[in-house]
């Protein structure tokens, strides 16, 4: 992956790091970063005023399609770290967010995800709703 200058984050959510969360060499197992970003957008949802449970019911959900991560640098216990969420970009069934995790502000991962949203009884994909589709596509032109 190619490191640029950051997208404008439009969620930023911090996130303490625990002895679970470390593996045998004292350090974050690199998986558990899938988890960290995952719970940064999940939590842009909710800011947004959207239960995950809620759309599941309404029979909408975002699966991960794809994930490119680059590790730089490890975060061990204790740490304190932000998770930076922004969107690459956003089509009707379909959004790339591009995710960061600083100490500080210090850059340990980036990762771009790309999520399709599905109907989850088939499992397929559909369009996204209306409503969070102009919510992202808003906050998208605004961090443009």
Same mark, same amino acid.
Do not use: W
């Given at each position: 992956?190619?490191?640029?200058?950051?997208?404008?984050?439009?969620?930023?959510?911090?996130?303490?790091?625990?002895?679970?969360d470390?593996?045998?060499?004292?350090?974050?197992?690199?998986?558990?970063?899938?988890?960290?970003?995952? /719970? +940064?957008?999940?939590? !842009? $949802?909710? =800011?947004?005023?959207?239960?995950?449970?809620?759309?599941?019911?309404? *029979?909408?959900?975002?699966?991960?399609?794809?994930?490119?991560?680059?590790?730089l640098?490890?975060?061990?216990?204790?740490?304190?770290?932000?998770i930076?969420?922004?969107?690459?970009?956003?089509?009707?069934?379909?959004?790339?967010?591009?995710?960061?995790?600083? /100490? +500080?502000?210090?850059? !340990? $991962?980036? =990762?771009?995800?790309?999520v399709?949203?599905?109907?989850?009884?088939? *499992?397929?994909?559909?369009?996204?709703?209306?409503?969070?589709?102009?919510?992202?596509?808003?906050?998208?032109?605004?961090?443009q």
């Amino acid at each position: 992956m190619k490191h640029t200058a950051p997208l404008q984050p439009i969620h930023s959510l911090a996130l303490r790091v625990y002895y679970e969360d470390t593996d045998a060499a004292g350090i974050v197992y690199y998986a558990n970063y899938l988890r960290f970003i995952e /719970r +940064g957008r999940t939590e !842009l $949802l909710r =800011a947004l005023g959207h239960d995950q449970n809620e759309l599941m019911k309404e *029979g909408v959900a975002f699966a991960v399609r794809a994930v490119s991560a680059d590790y730089l640098r490890p975060a061990i216990l204790d740490d304190l770290l932000t998770i930076e969420t922004a969107i690459g970009s956003l089509g009707r069934a379909q959004m790339v967010f591009v995710q960061r995790v600083l /100490r +500080g502000k210090e850059l !340990l $991962l980036e =990762a771009k995800v790309r999520v399709a949203c599905i109907d989850p009884a088939r *499992g397929k994909p559909i369009r996204m709703p209306d409503a969070i589709l102009e919510q992202l596509s808003a906050l998208l032109d605004a961090a443009q």
